[in-house]
């Protein structure tokens, strides 16, 4: 991706059409200019998130492997040039407008102001396996379609549980990303396809059997980064109907269940054992002190060294 701010523009001439640049030599820009004033970017497995605050500019990109969705952060709206492929549209920009822009797509944008934005990348394999697993659509038969400006309540709050996650000084637990991207990801392709799939619904929960059979794994491998793949794979079905069933059975996500558990342990540690507060983190899964304190005190309303005292 080649961004450019303004002054860098300035200094080196002006624009000549759509994405072009006047400039000295017909080699391209180097990486003086390929910058974002402010990023911070996290990429897991599937997916990818940057958080970006830079001034105005532009960007010219093609992104072959990644479907690429941009939220507006920005307090103000900002006035935004868009050019994807064939098409072209300009307006204001406020917080909560959303861009999407699918693989392989030429993206070209100039704009006005500070920008303030998320931007979430996903793979092309991933969507398709989405598409195949948890809406059981040939993903040959759909394909994201370009939204220059759009809005979507449920999309921007998985994002902004992103963000959160991107925005936390430890690091996360994978079995939460996997959860929100396939959520995140069923719900672009309802939305957002040239083909709306239907989505097979599933009532009742998990048979007895098999929900024995998540719990008691979950509760052996406490210590372990577990995935939601790991756990829908264990009753042979899609990530996301995995994860509507197993609330519908007990009222919790996995990711809740895990971290309920994993404080569970922690009491039992802390009440029976003498052990280094941070040695009994990392013994229940949790990636350090800090890591269990927060979750700790969200669940018990005290930190784990006041519940040992007590």
Known sequence: MACKHREALYNRGKTNGIGAMNS?????????????????????????????RHPAGECDSTAPNDHILSLSLAPRP????????????TGMYGKGDMV?????????????????????????????????????????????????????????????????ELEQNQPSSQLYIDSLANIFTVNLLRQYTTKKPKIKTYEGGLPPHQLSQILDYIDSSLEQDIKLADLAQLLDMSQFHFGRLFKQSIGRSPYQYLIQQRVERAKRLLKNTDYLITDIALECGFNSHSHLTNKFRKMTGMTPKAFRVN
């Not at 897991?44 to 998130?49: A, D």
């Not at 991933?126 to 449920?154: C, G, H, K, M």
């Open 24 to 52: 000295p030599s017909s080699e391209p820009d180097q990486g003086n200019f390929f910058f974002h004033s402010s990023d911070e970017t996290q990429s897991w497995q599937n997916i990818q998130l940057s958080h970006m």
């Open 78 to 89: 900002v006035h935004l040039l868009q050019k994807q492929d064939d098409k072209t549209y």
């Open 100 to 164: 999407i822009t699918p693989a392989q797509s030429r993206f070209f944008a100039r704009w006005e102001t500070d920008d303030h934005l998320l931007q979430i990348r996903l793979s092309d394999q991933f969507l398709r396996t989405v598409a195949t697993e948890s809406l059981n659509t040939d993903p040959d038969r759909i394909s994201l379609i370009t939204e220059f400006r759009t809005r979507n309540t449920q999309v921007e709050a998985i994002a902004m549980m992103l963000l959160a």
